[in-house]
């Protein structure tokens, strides 16, 4: 069983930047893709980033390339999402969650249902 707790939401001004964390703890989270995710209120929950376990190949939405930064240190059990050039679009839940049968190097998983541990979320508020 994998648990995960995410920290560093916030509220900022739009083009302001932004650091996620989500400390992972027990189960195979180390040798297993991870990814950011958020849900707006009325939306569907989206992948923003994902990343292979050894964190050499990652997805990135279309709304956020250029903008966010997906990295994991498997060492710390910690994956970080930098989020620059924030935007009030961005303003969601977001939640780290472990892809637990995606071991591979070349795949990324990027839809919610191919996750299977997830943290509670973190709320980041975007303003103008």
């Known amino acids: 069983q994998v648990q995960l707790v995410e920290s560093g939401g916030g509220l900022v001004q739009a083009g302001d930047s932004l650091r996620l964390s989500c400390s992972a703890s027990?189960?195979?989270?180390?040798?297993?893709?991870m990814g950011w995710f958020r849900q707006a209120p009325g939306k569907e929950r989206e992948c923003v980033a994902a990343t292979t376990w050894n964190g050499e190949r990652a997805y990135y939405a279309d709304s956020v390339k250029d903008r966010f930064a997906i990295s994991r240190d498997n060492a710390k059990s910690t994956l970080t999402l930098e989020m620059n050039n924030l935007k009030l679009e961005d303003t969601a839940v977001y939640y780290c969650?472990?892809?637990?049968?995606?071991?591979?190097?070349?795949?990324?998983?990027?839809?919610?249902?191919?996750?299977?541990?997830w943290g509670q979320g973190t709320q980041v508020t975007v303003s103008s």
């Open positions: 027990g189960g195979p989270h180390s040798s297993s893709a």
């Open positions: 969650a472990v892809a637990s049968t995606f071991r591979g190097i070349t795949y990324v998983p990027a839809r919610p249902s191919q996750y299977d541990f």
